[in-house]
C-alpha cells in the first residue's frame, strides 16, 4: 500500500530554518516524481518544489516564491524526501504535503496528510 | 510561467450537473489533472490526463479539454461532492513545470 508521511512542521521564528520529512512506503522515491505543495490557511494550491525520478535525471525546480531559500532532496536508503527551509518568513507559514506521481501524465495520486509550519515570533 | 484560471466557485442544486472549467493558453495540448479537496483533507486526484479516473472515483466525475478551456464534469451532484477542485498540469518549457489552479470551491445548494 502506498503511505505518504510528513513530519517536521512546527513554529519557527521568521530567519529560521525547518526540515520537512515525508517518509514513503509501498514505492520508491527514486523512481518517481516528487512534489511538495502548500496551502496557507483559507488559500489554495501553491506548488513548491518537484524532484525528478532517477530515470529523468533527478532534476530539481522551485517557485520563485521559495528558490534560494528551500532545498528539495531524497535519501533513497531511507525512501524519504526533505524539504529544508532557510531563511523563512511569515508567508512561508501553511500546511506542507508532499505528493508523488508515477508519471507527469497521471498526475499527483498519493498526497500525505500534510504537515503544519507556522513562522512567527 | 503559465498561469491557470479557474472560477472561484460554481453552485448546484442536488441531482444537477456541475461544471468546473479551467482556462490556460492552449490548455488542450496539455494533459490536465484535477483534483478533490474537502475541509481539513489532503487533495485527492480525481481525474488525470484530461479525462481517466483513478480507482475508486465514481463514473459521476468526468473530464474534458479543448482549445482554451479544460472542464471538469461532476454529474448527479451530491452533497458529498461539496468541496475546493483544483486543476493542474505539467509545464515543460520552463523552470515551473508544476502549475495549479486557483481552485473552484463547489457549493451544492
Known amino acids: 500500500e502506498v503511505q505518504l508521511v510528513e513530519s517536521g512542521g512546527g513554529l519557527v521564528q521568521p530567519g529560521g530554518s525547518l526540515r520537512l520529512s515525508c517518509a514513503a512506503s509501498g514505492f520508491t522515491v527514486s523512481g518517481d516524481y516528487m512534489t511538495w505543495v502548500r496551502q496557507a490557511p483559507g488559500k489554495g494550491l501553491e506548488w513548491v518544489s518537484v524532484i525528478y525520478s532517477d530515470g529523468s535525471g533527478g532534476r530539481t525546480y522551485y517557485a520563485d516564491s521559495v528558490k534560494g531559500r528551500f532545498t528539495i532532496s531524497r535519501d533513497n536508503s531511507k525512501n524519504t524526501l526533505y524539504l529544508q527551509m532557510n531563511d523563512v518568513r511569515t508567508e512561508d507559514t501553511a500546511v506542507y504535503y508532499c505528493?508523488?506521481?508515477?508519471?507527469?501524465?497521471?498526475?499527483?495520486?498519493?498526497w500525505g496528510q500534510g504537515t503544519l509550519v507556522t513562522v512567527s515570533s | 510561467s503559465y498561469v491557470l484560471t479557474q472560477p472561484p466557485s460554481v453552485s448546484v442544486a442536488p441531482g444537477q450537473t456541475a461544471r468546473i472549467t479551467c482556462g490556460g493558453n492552449?490548455?488542450?495540448?496539455?494533459?490536465v489533472h484535477w483534483y478533490q479537496q474537502k475541509p481539513g483533507q489532503a487533495p485527492v486526484l480525481v481525474v488525470y490526463d484530461d479525462s481517466d479516473r483513478p480507482s475508486g472515483i465514481p463514473e459521476r466525475f468526468s473530464g474534458s479539454n479543448s482549445g482554451n478551456t479544460a472542464t471538469l464534469t461532476i454529474s448527479w451532484v451530491e452533497a458529498g461532492d461539496e468541496a475546493d477542485y483544483y486543476c493542474?498540469?505539467?509545464?515543460?518549457?520552463?523552470?515551473?513545470?508544476?502549475?495549479f489552479g486557483g481552485g473552484t470551491t463547489l457549493t451544492v445548494l
Open positions: 492552449n490548455i488542450g495540448s496539455e494533459g
Open positions: 493542474q498540469l505539467w509545464d515543460s518549457s520552463g523552470d515551473h513545470p508544476v502549475v
Open positions: 505528493a508523488r506521481a508515477r508519471y507527469s501524465v497521471t498526475g499527483f495520486d498519493y
